[in-house]
């Protein structure tokens, strides 16, 4: 934390009033007050144009901020901080690749790169508790995601909730605006010769070909 020695008691400056709790919730000026959009306007106007005095500018190459960055902010938590502020921390120092770290690319394909915590959401400022890993990695490594998986197979074995949601995936699918995204997403898929060697393989498994099977009995008998 920077150093607050110097302020006197009841100190009525932003920072203490922060730090007392004074200027939080129902205790701010604003609290409940919502400006009009005339007023929103005015402002916007009157900052149009304005460059803040800190763009471009980090502890390395400037005194003053320097002086307000990391524990010398006034806001600096430390290992109280909440789970985004860790993310954020933990990503200026650790950059993004552009390879899942977990499967290297064979699972989940190094689709949206997510930062996930290695600790069980033990969260430290060690950023080798961190890795960087698809979502489909994240999910499947994530506890969390465990969760979520056993939460969704009970509310599936709810005859109302499955039929409102197999209604709900129905009317989406009909869509035209639907229908012409996955169809563009099918066309640029099939361009990658790994993707269209995979799918034909699939295709031409006696499994695959059971299932379709069972598929156009079902609906052949409902017709």
Not at 1 to 7: E, K, V
Not at 118 to 127: D, F, Q, V
Not at 130 to 141: I, L, R, S
Request: charged share 35%; glycine share 4%.
């Amino acid at each position: 934390m920077s150093d607050l020695s110097w302020h006197k008691p009841n100190c009525p400056c932003g920072v203490c009033k922060a730090k007392r709790g004074e200027s939080k919730g129902i205790n701010s000026p604003h609290y409940g007050k919502q400006r009009t959009i005339e007023t929103r306007l005015k402002i916007s106007k009157a900052k149009q144009g304005d460059i803040p005095w800190n763009k471009g500018l980090t502890k390395d190459i400037d005194e003053r901020v320097k002086k307000f960055s990391g524990k010398n902010s006034p806001v600096w938590k430390g290992d109280d901080a909440c789970e985004r502020a860790f993310h954020t921390w933990i990503t200026n120092q650790k950059p993004k690749p552009s390879v899942c770290q977990i499967c290297k690319g064979t699972f989940c394909d190094n689709k949206n790169i997510e930062l996930i915590n290695l600790k069980n959401h033990i969260y430290t400022r060690n950023p080798d508790d961190y890795t960087w890993a698809g979502h489909k990695c994240h999910f499947t490594f994530d506890e969390h995601g465990e969760k979520i998986k056993k939460i969704m197979k009970e509310k599936w074995n709810d005859t109302e909730y499955r039929n409102k949601r197999v209604d709900e995936i129905r009317k989406r699918s009909q869509k035209p605006e639907f229908k012409q995204k996955i169809s563009d997403i099918r066309k640029e898929n099939w361009k990658n010769l790994e993707y269209r060697n995979k799918m034909l393989a699939i295709m031409r498994s006696e499994d695959y070909k059971q299932k379709q099977a069972i598929s156009q009995k079902k609906r052949w008998s409902k017709k």
